[in-house]
Structure formats: C-alpha cells, structure tokens
C-alpha cells in the first residue's frame, strides 16, 4: 500500500496532536480551512491523502475517495479488535472536525478499540461519526489505562449539528465490571473505604465532599445519574442526531445527554442482559428539545431516565424490557431544585420490567415535575405499571421533610395489558404537604399477568380525575384541587 509510506508522517502528527492529553480537539484547524477559498486545497495536505496518490479519476476500479471522509484506517487504526486505535480515531476526529461535513469513518468488519477519549468542537457543521464496524474500550478494568478517566468513555464534548450513527456496533465490553465487588465498604471507626478494586464509579467519588454521610446512600450512589460511568456521553453540545447503532453491555449507563439541546435518537438498540447494574439505556438531564424514536432498549436498569432540566421530550415508538422502565426522575435529591415539564412517551411496549412508567422524586426537593403525558402504551407482565413515587429513596435512612417537587398535570391515557401481581399496578404516593395534582386517567386496563390481584391500586394526597373507569378500578383519587398549597415559591421553576 501507498499508504504504508506516509505512516511515520502520521505517527509523527499523532505524538504532536495529543500532547494535551485524552481531549481531542477540532477548533484547532478552524482558522486555516475558513480563510482558504479551496478548501480541497487543505484536505490534500492532510497526510491520508497526499496529493500524489490520488487516483486517476479517469481509471476505472479507482474510485475517488470522498474528500470529506476521513477513515481512521488512513490514520493508522488497525481494527483487530486487540490493537490501541486511540491515536487513529483521535486523528481522524480532528480532521473530519475541520471540514464542513466531515465523516469520521470507522469501517465494517473491523473490531477497533480505544480508550477513553474526549471528541471536542466546536467542528465545522455536519459532522459524522459513522461506525460502521465495531468500537469498544478495552476488555474490563485490568486493561484500563490507569490514567484514563473511569466515569466515561466515548465524549463528545461542545460539538453542534453532528451526528452519531453507522450500521455497526458500539460494544461495551461491560461483563467484567459488572462482577467487580466495587461497592464502598465500611471502615474502622464509621470511616469509609473506597471499593477494593477501581470501580469505574466510585474511584471518582469524594467522600470527604458530599452531603451523603450515611453508608447505605453511599453505596447507592451508583444509581444516581452524576456519579455513573457512561459509555457514550453527550456533553454541552446542539443539534445532534444518534441513529442506526446498536450500543450494547454498557459497564454502567449507555448513553447520557447532559447540557445538551435539539437532540434526535432514532433507531437505536440498546442492550444489556436484565441483570447488570445500573445499566441505564439513555439517561438525559438539563436538555431541551428531545426526540426519543423507534428505539429498542433491553437492560438492567431505567430504559429512559429524564433528570431534572428536561422540556420538550418526546418518546415516541419505543419498546422496552426487560429493566426498570421509563422513569423521570429521581428528582430533588438533597433538597435541590429539580424542573421538568413537557415531556411525552407515546406508542411504547413495556415488558418484564420492574417498573412501567414512574416518576420519582425524593422528599426535601424543590420546583416542579408537570405536563407530563404516558399515551398509548402497552404493559407486558410490568411491575408497577403507573407508579408516582415522592418518597423515593435508596436507603432506610430518609427523613420525612416538608418541602417536595411539585408534580401536577400528569395524563394516562390508553395505557392496557398486564401486570405483575408482586405490586399493585397503580400507586400515586405524593408528598404528605405537597399534594399532586390534576391527574387524569383515561383507558387504564391492566389485568393481571397471572394470579390475581393482591393489592388495590394505592393513593396517597393524590388529585385528579378518570375520565373513563379505570381497569382495576381507582376509587382513591381526590376531587378537586387541594386548600393550599403552601409556600408556592418553592415549586418555581
Ligand atoms: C492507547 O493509546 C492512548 C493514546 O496514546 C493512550 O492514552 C492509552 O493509554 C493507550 N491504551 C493502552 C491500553 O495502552
Ligand atoms: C412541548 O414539546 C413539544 C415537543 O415534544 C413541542 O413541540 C412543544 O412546542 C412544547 N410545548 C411547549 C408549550 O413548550
Ligand atoms: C411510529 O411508528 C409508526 C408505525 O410504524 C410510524 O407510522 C410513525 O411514523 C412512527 N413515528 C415516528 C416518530 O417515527
Ligand atoms: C413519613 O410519612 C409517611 C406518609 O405520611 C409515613 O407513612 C411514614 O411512616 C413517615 N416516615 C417516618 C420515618 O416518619
Ligand atoms: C390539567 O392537565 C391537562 C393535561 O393533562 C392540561 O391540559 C390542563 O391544562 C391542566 N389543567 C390545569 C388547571 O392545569
């Protein structure tokens, strides 16, 4: 190959662009390509292709690489599947950032592996990453530089108008974390020890730092959407577009958007087996303007979470299970202030799961949870079908506290199919002085999967209204609206 000639260029160029560590950034290029009327004149410098290896167009069997499309095979990835192609991708990224419409090409029946990497813009617009083969980091924590982040791995970090997406796999060789014994442990003298081994979770975590003081919440902090490792996290970045991929045995969460606006997922698999933890499918917080399509996810924890921050989220044609559900929350943990309004979930299949569609929030929150609607949704054998939880907690240490984030205009609409007889398939708990309010149930019919009832459909400080009888039937909603809702500041948003 021709190639083969320029690779010391490119190893050269590599040693010079990653000096400043696992971020790669784009914004370098910027100035050159802008001001540069022929912008094909740029990429010809580029050391994939030379100027002097371009075929001939003329010659048939040549095809002329697109001049936009950087193939991180060009840039020295050798895919596999047991190779470093860090530097390759990382190349290749800064590359593909610095022209419009740039494709970062990861190629069918290869298997490419890199480590933790931060993929920075800004990028000139239309960017793709295409994986059309296999990515993956490497085979569990032996292998995991120990310099490398552990909460995170493929980031793509102040990016606008990109896109994710290829016909291949995005594999999170998640098997070996999962058996870790990783979870703090007690110490001498009510001291805490870090787990015996580097979590991806907890390593990161500062004990001294935080508010969580009491061993069992410590040890639950996997499961809240800060302290987790993501696989593929979204971070400060618009317009963006994730299709096509399947995303499978995350260590800890999939996919997170954090910070994020304009965000379109369509046609994703995502999966995990039922029984690996807190494997959170796609987890978004503190974005706007969601779309959330035609989607398959199968995991050990929530399908879809939504923190708080979230407007305009629209879920729409997605199957579930098995895992926890679709769940917004949890909210107003540590008496923070937690707003999430119009959120939609449309048209989904929820099977064998532990929950169907929750909200969550923890007592001593503040703001507001509201505009929420569950509509057309098929229950397979779920747990907790419709479940309103204010008193979520992950220990049994929690205070009963006043204040609580607020949940009101929340709709079930054409919600049927089965449940599992371990819990009742309805349960509103709302807070004991926050009442949640202007519920409304239409087409609820959900039987039992198998055996029969055990119990009644619960309700607690509840207000709202059937607009059809409800299958079981809900005797313990409140009419109306409740006296007072005291101290209104608090449910601001
Ligand atoms: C792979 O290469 C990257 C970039 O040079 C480096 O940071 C990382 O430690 C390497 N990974 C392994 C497993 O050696
Ligand atoms: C609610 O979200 C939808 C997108 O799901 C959006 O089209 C609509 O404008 C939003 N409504 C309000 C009042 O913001
Ligand atoms: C949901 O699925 C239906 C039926 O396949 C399809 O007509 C509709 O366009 C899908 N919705 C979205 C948002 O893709
Ligand atoms: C907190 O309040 C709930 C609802 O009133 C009650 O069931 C529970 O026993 C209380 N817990 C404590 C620890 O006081
Ligand atoms: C009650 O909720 C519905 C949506 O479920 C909404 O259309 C209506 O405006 C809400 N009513 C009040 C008084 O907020």
Redesign the pocket.
């Known amino acids: 190959m021709e190639l083969i000639r320029w690779l010391p260029f490119v190893w050269i160029t590599?040693a010079v662009v990653?000096l400043d560590?696992?971020i790669v950034e784009g914004r370098y290029h910027f100035h050159k390509i802008k001001n540069n009327e022929d912008s094909s004149y740029s990429i010809s410098q580029s050391p994939a292709y030379p100027p002097s290896d371009s075929p001939d167009p003329d010659e048939p069997g040549n095809p002329i690489p697109d001049p936009s499309t950087f193939d991180v095979m060009s840039f020295g990835a050798v895919g596999d599947g047991s190779s470093?192609?860090?530097?390759a991708f990382?190349s290749a990224w800064k590359a593909a950032c610095a022209v419009e419409s740039g494709v970062l090409l990861a190629p069918a029946d290869y298997t490419f592996?890199?480590?933790s990497t931060i993929f920075s813009g800004p990028c000139l617009p239309g960017l793709v990453f295409q994986v059309d083969g296999v990515l993956m980091p490497?085979d569990g924590p032996d292998?995991?530089?120990k310099?490398?982040n552990t909460k995170q791995w493929l980031v793509f970090y102040r990016v606008g108008e990109m896109t994710l997406t290829g016909s291949g796999t995005i594999e999170g060789n998640g098997g070996k974390w999962w058996e870790l014994p990783c979870k703090p442990h007690r110490g001498p003298k009510g001291t805490t020890l870090p787990g015996p081994c580097e979590s991806p979770t907890v390593s990161t975590y500062d004990a001294t730092n935080s508010g969580f003081t009491q061993l069992d919440e410590l040890i639950c902090l996997n499961e809240l959407a800060y302290y987790a490792f993501q696989l593929i996290r979204f971070f400060m970045s618009t317009n963006l577009v994730v299709s096509g991929l399947k995303i499978q045995n995350s260590p800890q969460f999939h996919m997170k958007f954090d910070g994020c606006n304009d965000v379109q997922i369509d046609k994703l698999s995502i999966f995990s087996p039922a029984l690996s933890p807190n494997t959170d499918g796609i987890h978004i917080e503190n974005t706007k303007s969601v779309s959330i399509y035609n989607s398959i996810i199968a995991n050990g924890d929530d399908c879809i979470s939504i923190g708080t921050g979230c407007s305009a989220v629209e879920i729409e044609n997605v199957t579930c299970g098995p895992g926890h559900g679709i769940s917004i929350g949890s909210l107003g943990v540590q008496n923070s202030q937690a707003c999430v309004s119009n959120i939609t979930v449309r048209n989904a299949l929820i099977k064998n799961s532990d929950n169907g569609v929750r909200i969550k929030t923890w007592q001593g929150g503040m703001g507001s949870v509201t505009d929420i609607s569950f509509e057309n949704i098929e229950m397979e054998n779920v747990r907790n079908c419709i479940i309103l939880d204010q008193y979520y907690c992950l220990s049994k240490g929690c205070r009963n506290q006043t204040s609580a984030v607020f949940a009101t205009s929340i709709s079930y609409k054409n919600i049927k199919g089965t449940y599992d007889v371990r819990s009742p398939p309805i349960h509103f708990a709302c807070s004991d002085t926050v009442p949640c309010t202007n519920i409304t149930m239409s087409e609820v019919e959900l039987l039992p999967a198998e055996g029969e009832l055990v119990d009644d459909p619960f309700c607690w400080n509840a207000y709202g209204i059937q607009e059809t009888l409800t299958i079981p039937p809900i005797g313990c909603l409140l009419d109306g609206e409740p006296d007072s809702l005291s101290e209104r500041i608090n449910y601001e948003c």
Do not use: K, L, Q
């Open positions: 590599m990653s560590g696992s470093n192609d860090t530097n990382r592996t890199i480590t490497p292998c995991w530089p310099a490398d």
